[in-house]
């Protein structure tokens, strides 16, 4: 049960698009359209941004979106604003019938 | 409004105990798998378990299994977390979810657990 990997930090300026990866393996983001997104501003709760792979719940911007080839899933932020600035965590269901939680990416608005 | 209250957090000694609980509220929660996901201290979030409607089917992450078990009591709306054997990394705060679409959301705001001598 390694974690999926992703980058420590990512930044961009404001209006301009952010990816995060999020890489697997076979027994989990590449067997499975499982894969979330959440987002963790400093000292809050996660809340969910992208579901199976690519659907956005309700009240979730569509400057966010969803994307998976192979055994890795992107998430990008596009027009990038202040408020996004954020930890970002993608987490895919295992083979295992268990879960896994990316390694977390730091978002910086410059 | 989908409420979820996390309690029973606090110190414990390496190989203590403690019980964690979930009440949840403002929706249907015997119909859903429940979720624990914890976080160390500055560190990232890490699935701990999850259990299915009726608590018949349990899943766990290695780190922990063995040592922890989660149940539930749907007529209390409420989960639960036994945290047996208690190492110094299971320090975290812990956070419970329901599960949808293989997704979990909301989440509570979590209860510290700090494992120390």
């Known amino acids: 049960q390694s974690a999926l990997t992703q980058p420590p930090s990512v930044s961009g300026s404001p209006g301009q698009s952010v990816t995060i990866s999020c890489t697997g393996t076979s027994s989990d983001v590449g067997s499975y359209n499982r894969v979330s997104w959440y987002q963790q501003p400093p000292g809050t709760a996660p809340t969910l941004m992208i579901y199976?792979?690519?659907n956005r719940p309700s009240g979730v911007p569509d400057r966010f979106s969803g994307s998976k080839s192979g055994n890795t899933a992107s998430l990008t932020i596009s027009g990038l604003q202040a408020e996004d600035e954020a930890d970002y965590y993608c987490?895919?269901?295992?083979?295992?019938?268990?879960?896994?939680f990316g390694t977390g990416t730091k978002v910086t608005v410059l | 409004e989908v409420q979820l209250v996390e309690s029973g957090g606090g110190l414990v000694q390496p190989g203590g105990s403690l019980r964690l609980s979930c009440a949840a509220s403002g929706f249907a929660f015997s119909s859903y798998w429940m979720h624990w996901v914890r976080q160390a201290p500055g560190k990232g979030l890490v699935w701990v378990s999850r259990?299915?409607?009726?608590?018949?089917?349990?899943n766990y992450a290695d780190s922990v299994k063995g040592r922890f078990t989660i149940s539930r009591d749907n007529a209390k709306n409420t989960l639960y977390l036994q945290m047996n054997s208690l190492r110094v990394e299971d320090t975290a705060v812990y956070y419970c979810a329901p599960q949808k679409d293989y997704s979990t959301n909301p989440w509570g705001q979590g209860t510290l657990v700090t494992v120390s001598s």
């Open positions: 259990i299915n409607s009726d608590g018949s089917n349990t």
């Open positions: 199976e792979v690519s």
């Open positions: 987490s895919s269901y295992t083979s295992s019938s268990t879960f896994v």
